[in-house]
């Protein structure tokens, strides 16, 4: 169909001129495709990669004379021009020119002419037009052959998003599924995501989203002309998927309230956010939580040829007034006080890596590079934030480009908790500040593994090379060096404190704490703890425990008070002694969040002022299981079977499996649940036909009104059709 049109384009534009024009163009499709590994595109249009020479023939009215050369031209974007590099003309000749557009004739037979062209390894990506016009003709002669869209190439290793690794790239750049890492530190849950970059539209959506960006719509020409440069365009594909400052394409929503959208929660995938976006005429799509922001990130990313990556990091700093410290005030039973406290310590936070090199800051910096697309705080005036070098930030050169301080702060900040007195006086708590930054997860390459990568972004915990970073990203946070003085740190509407009491530890009390849980805290029944208090010393001691609980969003912000309790403990020398606490299923039901996490507090209030707070984050589980009944071949049937069970204690009526998969099905499948009686099992089974080879990722989530989405995937490897 994309041959026919492209032929006829170019013969409809032949005329009656004298001389040799070009009647017909074959795009050479499959040949290229699988050289550029592009042949995944569904596009009208020829697909390649930048730095690399794709083939087509052109069938002549008449045999090219020995003398004659074919000229050609490419432009991309509105007023296209040599100056910019926004457009190329260029002649067949034998020599290859590294740095510029060039062409070569491979062969010919009486009126048909392959050509190899090659783009340069730095070329503006995004849609061109092609032309031709034998050189015995004039300028104005012009053929129109049609249009191609032209991507980055980290096959090239003189791009710079060249990536070494055939199976990185595979991982990074073509596979169009992957795993999202969610949850708590101590129970990392893994969703699938349907990434999507091949499907219908994608890439012509991703194209679009630049083209809808303020530095497109304010200057075009310029805009366009900069984007051979991975740092620029990665920046403004940054700020454009949140709708903050722009049209762009996901609107957040961190209250829990999501009338007029969807939750971000029921979204499975990017494509079906892309195409709504899209066909709304550019309409923000209500809503997205950080991983859908990543998500979108990524799919547009590796769409446009770009090695990416998504990322969480566990108990994630949102340091609101850069003093690398997460300050969180507490009233005496543990509680947050939400007026005070304007820095939030997140359970996860999910951000995305993209691998290129650093022209802007010298190979050292070259490699991963931090985008995120939530809108946490603006950069330069626009939400948005990156890339920074992950290097950099492991080595604490926070006044690199870009946003070095945040994404710093993000995985090193201290968590400092402070109790706030009814005379408005405030005192150091005793709590974990080294408590952010943990875990920082991503998928293995080429299996559903999750990989843990802190040691990319610091040194280890405690560490002298770790607190040597931390003193130098302090040193040029507060610029000490050039002040000659402590940089004060205002906090908004309250007094200024130095910056080096922040850092000045609380007293260690003569006591420890934790909780402990005593059975796996499953989604609909009650929920069984215990919280262990030890003796440090050899007197007996008195200790007050000021317990709280609150069902909680990822971002740790209190929802409902589910628990509120005073225990009077004494503790005879080196005693250790447990608190038993139960939180039965309808204390928490009403007002569990789809984030189904639960945040538990205790204010352990010692003779002398001592005081201790011990926190615990829960996230309730639940129970899919998804099975594939026999082998899977792409056109052939295969039926699944998914394992579901009623975690509530009480009928549901309303069931559904919501289905999706990229090569698996068309778009998304809904099938009738029975109704299930309290804790009851059911086996549902349905059929689906693959239409790609290879491991291929299922989403299942149970829907119901009457409790959170349960979510479940499985990757299923499809063999080629026989």
Same mark, same amino acid.
């Not at 000490?480 to 007293?507: C, I, K, Q, Y």
């Given at each position: 169909m994309a041959e026919n049109h492209a032929k006829g384009l170019a013969s409809s534009l032949s005329s009656s001129h004298s001389g040799i024009r070009v009647t017909e163009v074959d795009w050479q499709w499959l040949r290229n495709g699988a050289a550029h590994h592009t042949q995944e595109y569904p596009t009208p249009e020829l697909v390649v990669r930048r730095g690399q020479m794709f083939t087509l023939v052109l069938e002549l009215n008449y045999p090219l004379d020995s003398e004659e050369n074919l000229i050609f031209t490419v432009e991309t974007g509105p007023q296209a021009s040599e100056a910019l590099g926004t457009k190329a003309v260029f002649q067949t000749s034998e020599l290859e020119v590294g740095d510029a557009w060039t062409a070569v004739k491979e062969a010919h037979t009486e009126t048909a002419v392959t050509v190899s062209l090659t783009s340069p390894p730095n070329a503006v990506i995004g849609r061109y037009l092609l032309s031709v016009r034998a050189s015995s003709r004039r300028k104005h002669s012009n053929r129109r052959l049609g249009e191609f869209v032209l991507l980055f190439?980290?096959?090239?290793?003189?791009?710079?998003?060249?990536?070494?690794?055939?199976?990185?790239?595979?991982?990074?750049?073509?596979?169009?599924?992957?795993?999202?890492?969610?949850?708590?530190?101590?129970?990392?849950?893994?969703?699938?995501?349907?990434?999507?970059?091949?499907?219908?539209?994608? =890439?012509?959506?991703?194209?679009?989203?630049?083209?809808?960006?303020?530095?497109?719509?304010?200057?075009?020409?310029?805009?366009?002309?900069?984007?051979?440069?991975?740092?620029?365009?990665?920046?403004?594909?940054?700020?454009?998927?949140?709708?903050?400052?722009?049209?762009?394409?996901?609107?957040?929503?961190?209250? $829990?309230?999501?009338?007029?959208?969807?939750?971000?929660?029921?979204?499975?995938?990017?494509?079906?956010?892309?195409?709504?976006?899209?066909?709304?005429?550019?309409?923000?799509?209500?809503? $997205?939580?950080?991983?859908?922001?990543?998500?979108?990130?990524?799919?547009?990313?590796?769409?446009?040829?770009?090695?990416?990556?998504?990322?969480?990091?566990?108990?994630?700093?949102?340091?609101?007034?850069?003093? =690398?410290?997460?300050?969180?005030?507490?009233?005496?039973?543990?509680?947050?006080?939400?007026?005070?406290?304007?820095?939030?310590?997140?359970?996860?936070?999910?951000?995305?890596?993209?691998?290129?090199?650093r022209q802007d800051l010298g190979p050292s910096y070259n490699g991963w590079q931090v985008l995120d697309a939530t809108p946490q705080e603006e950069s330069e005036g626009v939400f948005r934030c990156g890339p920074a070098s992950v290097t950099a930030i492991r080595e604490g050169d926070v006044h690199l480009a870009h946003d070095g301080p945040f994404v710093f702060a993000e995985v090193n900040a201290d968590y400092v908790t402070w109790l706030w007195n009814e005379d408005e006086s405030r005192e150091r708590v005793y709590s974990d500040t080294k408590k952010v930054g943990r875990c920082i997860s991503t998928k293995a390459v080429g299996s559903d593994a999750r990989v843990d990568i802190t040691g990319l972004y610091k040194y280890p915990e405690g560490s002298q090379k770790e607190r040597q970073v931390y003193s130098k990203a302090?040193?040029? =946070?507060?610029?000490?060096?050039?002040?000659?003085?402590?940089?004060?740190?205002?906090?908004?509407?309250?007094?200024?404190?130095?910056?080096?009491?922040?850092?000045?530890?609380?007293?260690k009390p003569s006591i420890t704490g934790k909780f402990k849980v005593l059975e796996p805290p499953m989604l609909g029944h009650d929920l069984k703890l215990a919280l262990c208090l030890t003796n440090l010393t050899s007197r007996a001691q008195r200790v007050r425990v000021n317990l709280s609980g609150a069902t909680i969003l990822?971002?740790?912000?209190?929802?409902?008070?589910?628990?509120?309790?005073?225990?009077?403990?004494?503790?005879?020398?080196?005693?250790?002694?447990?608190?038993? @606490?139960?939180?039965?299923?309808?204390?928490?039901?009403?007002?569990?969040?789809?984030?189904?996490?639960?945040?538990?507090?205790?204010?352990?209030?010692?003779?002398?002022?001592?005081?201790?707070?011990?926190?615990?984050?829960?996230?309730?589980?639940?129970? @899919?299981?998804?099975?594939?009944?026999?082998?899977?071949?792409?056109?052939?049937?295969?039926?699944?079977?998914?394992?579901?069970?009623?975690? @509530?204690?009480?009928?549901?009526?309303?069931?559904?499996?919501?289905?999706? $998969?990229?090569?698996?099905?068309? $778009?998304?499948?809904?099938?009738?649940?029975?109704?299930?009686?309290?804790?009851?099992?059911?086996?549902?089974?349905?059929?689906?036909?693959?239409?790609?080879?290879?491991?291929?990722?299922?989403?299942?989530?149970?829907?119901?009104?009457?409790?959170?989405?349960?979510?479940?995937?499985?990757?299923?490897?499809?063999?080629?059709?026989?």
């Open positions: 190439n980290p096959w090239c290793p003189e791009d710079d998003v060249f990536l070494a690794s055939e199976e990185e790239r595979q991982e990074y750049v073509l596979n169009d599924n992957g795993i999202i890492f969610r949850g708590v530190e101590k129970r990392i849950q893994a969703q699938g995501w349907n990434f999507g970059q091949f499907e219908e539209d994608i =890439l012509n959506i991703c194209l679009s989203i630049l083209d809808r960006s303020p530095s497109h719509l304010d200057d075009p020409a310029t805009d366009v002309s900069c984007r051979h440069d991975p740092i620029y365009v990665t920046r403004v594909i940054s700020a454009m998927v949140n709708s903050n400052n722009d049209r762009g394409v996901v609107q957040g929503q961190w209250q $829990g309230k999501y009338g007029g959208g969807t939750s971000p929660l029921h979204w499975r995938g990017s494509v079906a956010i892309l195409h709504k976006w899209f066909k709304s005429r550019f309409k923000p799509v209500k809503y $997205g939580q950080c991983w859908v922001f990543a998500g979108v990130l990524c799919t547009v990313l590796r769409c446009l040829g770009i090695a990416t990556r998504v990322v969480s990091n566990f108990n994630s700093a949102h340091d609101t007034d850069r003093n =690398l410290s997460v300050d969180k005030y507490v009233d005496s039973f543990g509680r947050t006080l939400e007026d005070l406290t304007e820095d939030s310590m997140w359970n996860f936070h999910v951000w995305n890596e993209s691998w290129f090199a302090v040193r040029k =946070l507060f610029s000490v060096e050039a002040s000659g003085r402590r940089a004060w740190v205002r906090r908004g509407g309250r007094r200024a404190v130095w910056h080096d009491d922040l850092l000045e530890p609380a007293t990822y971002t740790r912000r209190p929802v409902a008070e589910i628990l509120h309790k005073s225990h009077i403990v004494r503790l005879a020398p080196e005693e250790e002694k447990k608190i038993p @606490i139960t939180i039965s299923y309808s204390q928490y039901k009403e007002d569990l969040t789809e984030d189904k996490k639960i945040l538990l507090a205790a204010m352990c209030l010692v003779t002398k002022g001592e005081k201790l707070l011990v926190e615990k984050d829960i996230t309730l589980e639940d129970f @899919i299981i998804i099975k594939v009944l026999g082998p899977a071949m792409v056109g052939v049937a295969v039926v699944v079977e998914v394992m579901v069970v009623n975690p @509530i204690l009480e009928r549901v009526e309303d069931c559904m499996l919501m289905v999706e $998969g990229s090569g698996l099905l068309q $778009g998304q499948l809904s099938i009738d649940v029975p109704s299930l009686e309290p804790q009851e099992r059911a086996l549902v089974r349905f059929s689906i036909t693959p239409s790609k080879s290879g491991p291929r990722q299922l989403q299942v989530d149970l829907v119901s009104s009457h409790f959170s989405d349960i979510k479940g995937f499985v990757i299923i490897h499809v063999a080629a059709a026989n």
